[in-house]
């Protein structure tokens, strides 16, 4: 006992002991065993405020709210946050398509497999997709997948492809000053990203700043310019063929 004492005090820190020692005078019952051997110390969660990712939580956020206003019959997401998905796929019927597929077992979600640079999907054939803190990995072999500079091109020209006319997607990336920082992920400027999907119409732009603070609604493409390393998403629209 004393040798795992002495390792978890040199591993963590000495305050854990002390408060183990203090819960252990408080415990009045045996109704759990309580030994160190079963220790599992965490030293950094005492903080003021509960931290997050705000890439991570905001954009999540933003699309589900989209996808609510949106209000497809089904909706295709290639790859985004499995939180995502699982929680939206209760606003519809959902199939989600992922390089390494993920076995979730959510109602009203489909699980399957992809490589985004050949979907494999028909042209025209999806009415209501999203690609979200994806696109920017395409290539960089970061997930196993083979390097190719332009694999984030390829990628959004399928996706571009399988949209129908007049239909939406979500759409996010990180934004500032454009450059590849391998092999974690891409960086894109707005006026990349709008020029990238011409023919599409950018319903909103929604950015999530470098500081993590409040996410900007209906940001500008300068806003935008000024990050270092923002979030940002597009609720963009395939336009009909006139």
Request: glycine share 6%; with cysteine; net charge negative.
């Amino acid at each position: 006992m004393l040798r795992r004492v002495k390792r978890v005090a040199s591993t963590f820190d000495v305050r854990f002991l002390l408060r183990f020692r203090e819960f252990q005078r408080l415990a009045r019952t045996e109704r759990f065993e309580m030994s160190l051997r079963n220790a599992y110390p965490i030293m950094n969660e005492a903080t003021p405020k509960t931290y997050f990712d705000s890439h991570y939580i905001y954009h999540t956020a933003w699309a589900i709210r989209k996808l609510k206003e949106i209000a497809p019959k089904d909706h295709v997401d290639i790859s985004s946050s499995l939180y995502f998905v699982g929680m939206a796929s209760s606003i519809c019927p959902m199939t989600f398509l992922d390089y390494r597929p993920a076995e979730l077992h959510v109602p009203g979600l489909q699980v399957g497999s992809c490589d985004l640079c050949h979907l494999g999907l028909p042209d025209e054939s999806v009415e209501s997709l999203s690609c979200m803190h994806v696109v920017e990995h395409i290539g960089l072999g970061r997930y196993g997948d083979e390097l190719d500079y332009d694999g984030d091109l390829k990628a959004i020209g399928e996706l571009k492809r399988v949209l129908k006319c007049g239909g939406n997607l979500l759409f996010v990336v990180p934004i500032g000053k454009p450059r590849i920082m391998f092999n974690a992920h891409r960086i894109y400027s707005y006026r990349q990203v709008v020029e990238t999907f011409e023919g599409f119409d950018v319903r909103e732009f929604y950015l999530i700043p470098d500081d993590g603070a409040r996410p900007i609604e209906d940001a500008t493409e300068q806003q935008a310019n000024e990050q270092e390393y923002g979030c940002g998403c597009f609720w963009l629209r395939k336009r009909e063929i006139q």
